[in-house]
């Protein structure tokens, strides 16, 4: 993407946008003066168009690209909620250290008189409040408390119920993350009431957004992509409204849709959520990254998943997740096998484990033992591989893992190509081993996908088998 050497700043700030952004600030722009306007409409295909984009209008004067970048960045901090939400606590730790300033009493007290529905942040709003209504009171304010007590009664109701629906988030929360985890439990009853607290424009922000999380977690559990789509529908309006904004909400938001649409088998849409979300750098990264990873190497972008991969490495050295580390290796090792370097692979995983074997066993084990064994079968270790079975009694995990919805015997499968290659079975044997589970995961469009990669994967070590899995399933049954 070539940038004009005097509008560097601009571009880079241009580059740093995301698509709901765009969409708030041409709802809100008042413009009048045309190159303004054109400036704005140049962004926008700069933002859509990426790497396909030229070059910025050189006949308008740079000071206009400058003002607009500043308007841009002044509307989007004014709704941008994480910032509030700083500056609540600001305020509030002021308040309670006795050091508050007249400025920003004026600030807090101005904010309250003009309080008219409730905000992202209402919650921390309303508790700011109550600590300023004993600051005071203390000190016999009666014109400024008279200010604060008059909005703590006018919304002391809604308060309450604010707090009765956080709890029953957190309640909601506790069962069905639990059943996304694996447990079998019943949770669907929860959905009407997410669904009502997402949609109560009476609620505070905070409330609602969460309820979409939740019901996120919800729709995964039971595969219904259908009403997720429709949940994120209604979500882009409001986003595209300036409800529930910042950089930090809407990348994760993307990095959900990356997950719907991996689901439906909408790689390309899933790629493209996967790149915005990684635009911005919040605590979750790592994690978005993983999924970027994730999508390129199954759509056989392996040289462009190892590239991101590589780059992220100073991030991941400052990430305290386990869960985000041992998949960031997983898939590193991956792309490391695909681009024609499992040896390295192999080296860069064993060694990771070796280093960290409590982390691995307790974190996304079935994926990271997929990749090593990956590498291991790319380099014809087949019998490491049966040790490294043996050794941490996966088989034994794996049949306790197979209850999982996205379950694949992956482990089955590399452990009967190991025995095969070592000479302990015969070829028919792994021919019917790997014919038994096609019914079970050829069904799915989903499963299919993945289920034939990994066959794919078998041939590269053992071209002699069948050339597609139907042609095995024939063979299997002659």
Not at 224 to 237: F, Q, R, T, V
Not at 314 to 336: E, I, M
């Amino acid at each position: 993407m070539p940038k004009t050497p005097h509008l560097s700043k601009f571009t880079s700030y241009a580059e740093s946008l995301l698509p709901h952004e765009l969409d708030y600030l041409d709802s809100i722009n008042n413009f009048i003066d045309p190159d303004n306007i054109k400036v704005l409409e140049q962004v926008r295909r700069f933002v859509t168009e990426g790497n396909s984009w030229q070059e910025w209008d050189k006949s308008i004067n740079k000071r206009k690209y400058s003002r607009v970048m500043h308007w841009m960045d002044g509307q989007l901090n004014k709704i941008d909620v994480d910032l509030d939400y700083e500056q609540l606590l600001f305020l509030e730790q002021e308040v309670m250290a006795d050091r508050i300033l007249p400025k920003d009493e004026r600030v807090i007290l101005k904010r309250l008189q003009n309080y008219d529905e409730p905000c992202y942040n209402f919650m921390k709003v309303y508790q700011l409040a109550q600590h300023l209504s004993s600051f005071f009171l203390i000190r016999m304010r009666d014109k400024a408390q008279a200010v604060v007590q008059t909005f703590l009664e006018k919304y002391k109701l809604l308060y309450l119920k604010s707090q009765d629906t956080y709890q029953q988030l957190n309640e909601a929360t506790n069962v069905i993350v639990t059943q996304y985890r694996g447990e079998a439990m019943d949770t669907k009853h929860w959905e009407s009431w997410l669904t009502s607290v997402f949609q109560n424009r009476h609620l505070d922000g905070l409330n609602r957004y969460s309820a979409i999380v939740r019901l996120t977690f919800l729709y995964y559990n039971y595969k219904d992509y259908s009403k997720l789509k429709s949940l994120y529908e209604e979500l882009d309006l409001c986003f595209s409204q300036g409800l529930f904004y910042s950089k930090r909400i809407l990348v994760n938001y993307y990095s959900n849709r990356v997950l719907m649409h991996a689901q439906t088998n909408e790689w390309n849409e899933a790629e493209q959520y996967a790149l915005m979300s990684v635009k911005f750098k919040s605590a979750d990264y790592i994690h978005y990254i993983n999924n970027l990873a994730a999508i390129l190497l199954r759509s056989g972008k392996a040289k462009a998943a190892y590239k991101y991969l590589q780059a992220s490495f100073p991030d991941l050295k400052n990430t305290t997740s386990a869960h985000n580390k041992v998949g960031f290796v997983a898939f590193y090792t991956k792309a490391l096998n695909q681009i024609g370097n499992a040896d390295e692979g192999l080296r860069y995983s064993s060694h990771f484990l070796e280093a960290n074997k409590e982390a691995v066993l307790k974190n996304r084990w079935h994926l990271y033992f997929a990749a090593l064994m990956q590498s291991m079968i790319f380099t014809g270790a087949f019998r490491q591989l049966l040790q490294l079975i043996d050794k941490y009694k996966l088989d034994e995990k794996d049949a306790k893992y197979q209850s999982r919805p996205n379950y694949l015997p992956t482990f089955m499968w590399y452990q009967k190509l190991a025995e095969y290659k070592l000479k302990h079975i015969s070829k028919k044997t792994l021919i019917e081993s790997i014919s038994d589970h096609l019914d079970t995961y050829t069904n799915d469009p989903h499963h299919f996908i993945l289920i034939r990669q990994l066959y794919i994967d078998l041939r590269k070590a053992a071209p002699e088998l069948p050339i597609s899995l139907s042609a095995l399933r024939l063979l299997s049954q002659s």
